[in-house]
C-alpha cells in the first residue's frame, strides 16, 4: 500500500506509542496535579506521525479540534483582487508544455490539467493553447473582420458592430487534431493531462456566421466552402465546410466563459466549429472568403493530414469522432487508500451527443454503463461517474463512449487495423490505466 | 441591400413551405441590421485577399530564380530549415524522401514503406500552391509577410530544386507555374474518401472506418499489458506530485529524484528590460538562456565573450555562422537601444 494516508482519517493507536518510561513520568505527574506538563507531553505527540493518530484515537482531529485562524481572525476585504484568481492551494492545477515535443515555444502547445477539473467547462486560463506563430494581445478596437469572396459586396464589420447583432451562447468542446497524437505507436507520456489534455470546452458566445455572410449577399448555393483567416502572423488559413455554415452552428465569436476571449484564445475574434478540431477555429480571425472549391492550406493538406498503410494520405480530415477518457483516477496519480472511488471522465463526439459510456477495471473484459451527467449537449463534453469499491487489486480501468449515430469508440487494436500507426492525428482508441496494487496508477497500452 | 433580403425572405417562405413542423419560423429580413458593417474597398479587399488556391486563383504575377532563392534562403531560411532543406532541428524537414520515380507517378513510394523515417513537405505536399501561399503569408518565422511576391517565386524554385522537380537554371513564375505542378512527387497521394469531413462538399457520403462494438460480457481473453513508459522515463515529464491537486481521492506519484537533471528548462526568467528585449523580439524561440536550442545558450554566450560589448552588437545586427554549428543566424531586425542592452547583458554573464 502506498505510504499516502486519508488526512484526517480517525486511526487505531499503535501499541507503545510512548514509550514504558514516559507512561510512568505521564501518571506519576498527572497525580501531582500537573495538568499544564500532561498538556505539553500531548503536544508534543501530536508532532510525531503515529502519535497523531493516537491522539485522534482519543480526542479527535487537530483540524476540528483547534480552532485555527480563519475561525478566530478578520479576513481579507472584497476586492483585494479585481479579477479573482485561484486558491493559492490549487498552484499544482497549470496548463504545461510535455518536454520535448516542439523545439520552439511560438509553434508550441500546453495541456489542459484534465485530472484537476470538474464537470465540463474548462476553466478559460486552463484552456489548451496551440499557437503557430506566437499569441498576440490585439487592441480590440482595431481588429477588423472582413468577408470576401462569392459575395455581392465584400463587407467590413468593427468590433463594436459585431458585439451588436444578436447573439447567440452554446458550450461546445475543442480539441485538437493531435490530441493523443503521441500514443499512435505506444504509450509516451505519464498524465492524462499530456495523453488527452489538448481538449477543453467553452460556452462560446458570438454571431453565426451565416449571419455574416447573409448580409454580404452571399452566393449560398451548391457546394460553396468557406475559408478563415487569422491575423497573428502565421496568418492561419483553414477551409470550412459551407453546409456546417449553413447550419447555423459555426460562430464569429468574442466571448468565452461569460468573459471576453483570452487572447491565448484568439481575442478579440475567433471562429467556433462545432465538432471540428481545434486547428479550424482560427483565431484572432480577420477574414472569411467564400469560394467554389477547397483552398489547400497548409495545415489541411500538409499537416493535419492521416497517412494510411497504402500510402495515401487523407486530406480535410476534420471531424473529432466520438472519444472518452477516465479522468479520476488517471496516469500518474496515487490513490489514497482501499474503499470506494467515484470513477469520472469525459466523453465526447464532433458528430452529436454522448448517448452511452461503459467503464471497465478488469481491461476490457467486462464493462458496466456509467451515469451521463447534465447537461448532455451536442459537440460537447459530458461528464461520467460510476461507482467502484476498490479492494486494493490491480485493475486496468477503461472507458467506451457511444454517441447519438451509433458509432462506439474502438480499441488500438481496431484503430491500427485500419489506419496503422503513422496516422499522428486523430487518435480516438478506448485509453487504459492500470491501477497497481501500491495505488499508483500508470499509463498503459493493451494487446 | 434590398434584394438581398427579398431573398432571405423568399428563402424563410420556401423553408416554410417545406417544413411542416416548423411553427415558428422568423419570417422577418435577418439582413435588416441598419449601421451595421460597410462595403470593403478595392485595397482594403486587396492588402488582406493574399491567399493562393491550388487552382492558382489569387497567386500574383512575379517570378524567381533557383540561384536567387538560394541567396534568400541561406540568409533567411536556412536558419530554421537548414542549408539544404533537411534540417529537422526546429520544424520538419522540407526537402528528402522523393524521387524521379515520385515525380512520374506523382505518388511517393516511400510512404507506403514504414521503415522509412520522417515525412518531409515533399513527401507530403500535393499542390505547389500550398508551399507558395504559406511562404508568403507566414514565412520567414519571425518576420511573415516581408517577402515580396518575387521572393515567394525564388525560395519555392530553390526548394523545388532541392527536391530534384526542378533544374539548376531554372526560373519559377506565375505563368509555368502550373507545368511545375504536374512534376509534384505527391500529387496524386491524397485523399478525401473518408468521414472525417463534416460537409457534404466532396460529394461523398462516406462510413466511419472502424465500426466497433459495443460488447458488456467476456468481450477479451485475459489482458496483457504491451506498453508502458520504461522505468528511467518515470521523471520525464517532471514531478507528477506538482502536477495534481493537493486534496482529493489521489495524489500525483512524487517522480522528484528522476528529474533532478533531466527538469524541462520551462521557468520563464524573471523580466528585466533586456529580458523582455530578448521576448519581444522572439530571440528565445532559438536561444536558451542556459541550454542550446537551435543557437546557442544565453550563458554559453556570455562565457565566450564577456565584457565585449561591441562585438556582440555586431553579431546581432549582422548575424552569424560558422562558430556555433551549422546553423546560421540571420541578422536582427531590433532597435540600436535594444540590441545594446541585449549585447550588455551578455557581456555581464547574461544572468537572471
Known amino acids: 500500500m502506498s505510504n499516502i494516508q486519508q488526512p484526517g482519517q480517525v486511526r487505531k493507536a499503535p501499541e507503545n506509542f510512548v514509550d514504558a518510561q514516559g507512561v510512568r513520568t505521564v501518571f506519576s505527574e498527572a497525580r501531582k496535579g500537573r495538568r499544564d506538563f500532561i498538556r505539553g507531553a500531548f503536544a508534543a505527540a501530536v508532532a510525531g506521525g503515529a502519535a497523531a493518530s493516537a491522539l485522534a484515537q482519543s480526542d479527535g ?214 465538432g471540428v478540431q481545434g486547428v479550424s477555429w482560427v483565431k484572432y480571425l480577420r477574414r472569411i472568403e467564400l469560394g467554389d472549391m477547397p483552398y489547400g492550406t497548409k495545415d489541411e493538406t500538409v499537416h493535419y493530414v492521416d497517412l494510411m498503410p497504402d500510402g495515401q494520405h487523407r486530406q480535410y480530415t476534420s471531424v473529432q469522432e466520438c472519444k472518452s477518457v477516465v479522468t479520476t483516477p488517471s496516469g500518474g496519480q496515487t490513490l489514497l487508500d482501499k474503499g470506494f472511488y467515484n470513477i ?67 480499441g488500438y487494436r481496431q484503430l491500427r487495423a485500419v489506419r496503422g500507426t503513422r496516422s499522428i492525428y486523430h487518435n480516438n482508441a478506448i485509453q487504459s490505466w492500470q491501477v497497481q496494487a501500491n495505488g499508483e496508477v500508470a499509463n498503459v497500452q493493451l494487446g | 441591400m434590398s434584394s438581398s433580403a427579398s431573398r432571405i425572405v423568399l428563402r424563410a417562405l420556401l423553408a416554410l413551405a417545406g417544413c411542416g413542423v416548423c411553427i415558428a419560423a422568423w419570417a422577418q429580413p435577418k439582413a435588416a441590421y441598419p449601421g451595421i458593417g460597410r462595403d470593403a474597398t478595392p485595397k482594403e479587399v486587396a492588402a488582406w485577399d493574399i491567399d493562393v488556391r491550388p487552382d492558382f486563383k489569387g497567386l500574383p504575377q512575379g517570378s524567381g530564380s533557383v540561384a536567387r532563392g538560394q541567396d534568400i534562403w541561406e540568409g533567411k531560411c536556412a536558419s530554421c530549415h537548414g542549408v539544404f532543406g533537411e534540417s529537422n532541428q526546429v520544424f520538419s524537414p522540407i526537402v528528402g524522401g522523393t524521387t524521379a520515380e515520385d515525380i512520374k507517378t506523382g505518388h511517393v513510394a516511400r510512404l507506403k514503406d514504414p521503415a522509412f523515417p520522417g515525412r518531409t513537405t515533399l513527401m507530403k505536399v500535393a499542390s505547389l500552391s500550398t508551399v507558395w501561399d504559406y511562404v508568403y503569408r507566414a514565412m520567414p518565422w519571425n518576420q511573415p509577410k516581408s517577402l515580396t511576391p518575387d521572393d515567394v517565386f525564388a525560395v519555392t524554385a530553390y526548394m523545388l530544386n532541392l527536391g530534384g522537380i526542378v533544374p539548376d537554371d531554372f526560373t519559377l513564375s506565375d505563368r509555368n507555374i502550373r507545368e511545375v505542378q504536374a512534376r509534384m512527387p505527391n500529387r496524386n497521394g491524397t485523399t478525401t474518401a473518408h468521414a472525417m469531413w463534416p460537409g457534404n462538399e466532396f460529394g461523398r457520403a462516406v462510413k466511419p472506418d472502424v465500426a466497433a462494438v459495443a460488447c458488456m460480457r467476456d468481450c477479451v481473453p485475459a489482458t496483457q499489458t504491451v506498453s508502458q513508459l520504461p522505468p528511467h522515463a518515470r521523471g520525464s515529464h517532471g514531478n507528477l506530485a506538482e502536477q495534481n491537486r493537493l486534496v482529493g481521492p489521489q495524489r500525483g506519484i512524487d517522480t522528484a529524484p528522476a528529474t533532478k537533471t533531466g527538469a524541462p528548462a520551462a521557468a520563464a526568467p524573471a523580466s528585466k528590460a533586456p529580458l523582455a528585449v530578448l521576448e519581444k523580439n522572439s530571440c528565445v524561440a532559438c536561444h536558451g538562456m542556459t541550454q542550446k536550442l537551435v543557437g546557442p545558450a544565453f550563458s554559453d554566450i556570455a562565457k565566450k565573450y564577456p565584457g565585449q560589448v561591441d562585438h556582440l552588437l555586431e553579431k546581432i545586427k549582422s548575424g552569424g555562422s560558422g562558430v556555433w554549428g551549422a546553423i546560421p543566424m540571420p541578422p536582427q531586425t531590433i532597435g540600436d537601444d535594444d540590441a545594446r542592452a541585449v549585447a550588455r547583458w551578455l557581456a555581464e554573464s547574461a544572468g537572471p
Request: proline content about 7%.
Open chain 1, 61 to 274: 482531529d487537530p483540524a476540528i479540534l483547534q480552532l485555527p485562524a480563519h475561525s478566530t481572525g478578520l479576513g481579507q476585504p472584497v476586492v483585494t483582487d479585481g479579477y479573482g484568481k485561484p486558491s493559492k492551494y490549487e498552484g499544482n492545477v497549470q496548463r504545461r508544455q510535455s518536454p520535448g515535443l516542439t523545439p520552439t515555444a511560438q509553434a508550441s502547445v500546453s495541456f489542459a490539467p484534465l485530472q484537476s477539473l470538474f464537470g465540463i467547462v474548462t476553466p478559460s486560463g486552463l484552456h489548451f493553447e496551440r499557437h503557430h506563430q506566437g499569441w498576440w494581445d490585439i487592441d480590440p478596437s482595431k481588429h477588423r473582420l472582413m468577408i470576401n469572396g462569392l459575395v455581392k459586396a465584400a463587407k467590413v464589420f468593427t468590433l463594436d458592430e459585431l458585439m451588436r447583432l444578436p447573439s447567440v451562447s452554446r458550450f461546445h468542446f475543442i480539441e485538437c487534431g493531435a490530441n493523443t497524437g503521441m500514443e499512435w505507436g505506444n504509450v509516451a507520456v505519464p498524465t492524462a493531462q499530456y495523453t488527452h489534455g489538448m481538449l477543453s470546452c467553452s460556452e462560446f458566445t458570438g454571431v453565426p456566421l451565416i449571419t455574416l455572410l447573409e448580409m454580404a449577399g452571399a452566393d449560398l448555393k451548391g457546394e460553396r466552402f468557406v475559408l478563415a483567416e487569422g491575423a497573428d502572423g502565421s496568418s492561419m488559413t483553414r477551409t470550412i465546410p459551407m453546409s456546417l455554415v449553413r447550419s447555423g452552428e459555426v460562430l464569429v465569436a468574442y466571448g468565452q466563459n461569460g468573459e471576453m476571449l483570452r487572447p491565448e484564445q484568439g481575442y478579440p475574434l475567433r471562429l467556433v466549429v462545432p
Open chain 1, 344 to 410: 469520472t471522465g469525459l466523453a465526447w463526439s464532433g458528430r452529436g451527443k454522448v448517448k452511452r459510456v461503459d467503464v471497465s477495471v478488469d481491461g476490457g473484459r467486462n464493462w458496466r454503463s456509467a451515469r451521463l451527467e447534465s447537461p448532455v449537449l451536442s459537440k460537447c463534453l459530458t461528464r461520467f461517474n460510476i461507482d467502484w469499491a476498490w479492494d486494493g487489486s490491480p485493475a486496468i480501468i477503461q472507458s467506451r463512449a457511444m454517441d447519438d449515430t451509433g458509432y462506439v469508440q474502438p
